[in-house]
């Protein structure tokens, strides 16, 4: 029968992902190039304004960008289905890369592990990095290596789908909780005025992160992916009843 719901189109939602994807690269580029003063103070030399940097940088552009790009990778890339899991599975590894080496980064600092394991922020950063492994391994396990039986991957793919998308948000939340306390700080300790060039980038870079996630999980959970994943969970579930 007939799938009679409504459905979104893809390709808009599919372009405004994209777009808010590179508006929120292009403006994390510009914030770490052009105030590079707001990642360093006097005391501290080359190398931590490198880390200090990098770390918006891969957190932002590898963690969350790469991640999307990853979620939809079944609606944009065209293929076989092996070929789509095989890119989700690379670009899920690289955004993953990405978030462990960014945390690494912000631990050399001269400051130590201790004294950024204070703020929320870097608590839920760390609740992300680890569910976004335990996903990226009951994934490997499960969809690529083929270690468990067909009906064990039906009963776990919803709960990976979902598991997915709950990190994806998560991510989004922990960006969006740096960048309030990075905005904080520099208001306070450095007087950066409200209407300042900089305290506009970066509150552009909070609605931009915003309307990536809103893009990405609209895209990933309507109506035409539901479709779609029903009918890979029935087809799954044939070939597991012929087996």
Not at 34 to 62: E, N
Not at 119 to 138: I, Y
Not at 147 to 176: D, K
Request: proline share 3%; hydrophobic share 50%.
């Amino acid at each position: 029968m007939a799938n009679l719901s409504p459905t979104l189109p893809s390709v808009p939602l599919l372009f405004f992902a994209r777009i808010s994807g590179l508006t929120v690269a292009l403006l994390v580029l510009f914030w770490a190039l052009a105030f590079k003063s707001s990642f360093l103070t006097h005391s501290l030399s080359q190398q931590d304004l490198i880390y200090a940097i990098l770390h918006p940088l891969l957190m932002v552009i590898g963690f969350i960008i790469l991640s999307g790009k990853a979620i939809l990778v079944h609606r944009w890339l065209p293929g076989s289905r092996s070929l789509k899991k095989s890119v989700h599975l690379c670009l899920q590894g690289v955004a993953l890369t990405s978030g462990i080496f960014g945390i690494w980064t912000k631990f050399q600092g001269q400051n130590g592990i201790v004294a950024n394991f204070y703020s929320l922020h870097s608590w839920m950063g760390l609740l992300c990095v680890s569910l976004f492994g335990a996903q990226w391994l009951m994934g490997f396990l499960n969809f690529w290596h083929r270690g468990e039986a067909r009906s064990a991957r039906i009963r776990i793919l919803p709960w990976h789908i979902f598991l997915g998308l709950y990190t994806y948000g998560l991510a989004i939340a922990t960006a969006e909780t740096g960048l309030l306390e990075k905005l904080t700080l520099l208001q306070t300790k450095r007087n950066v005025p409200k209407h300042s060039t900089e305290s506009i980038v970066v509150n552009s870079l909070g609605l931009g992160l915003a309307l990536l996630s809103c893009f990405v999980i609209l895209a990933a959970v309507s109506p035409k992916y539901q479709s779609s994943l029903q009918s890979k969970l029935l087809y799954l579930d044939t070939r597991c009843l012929s087996s």
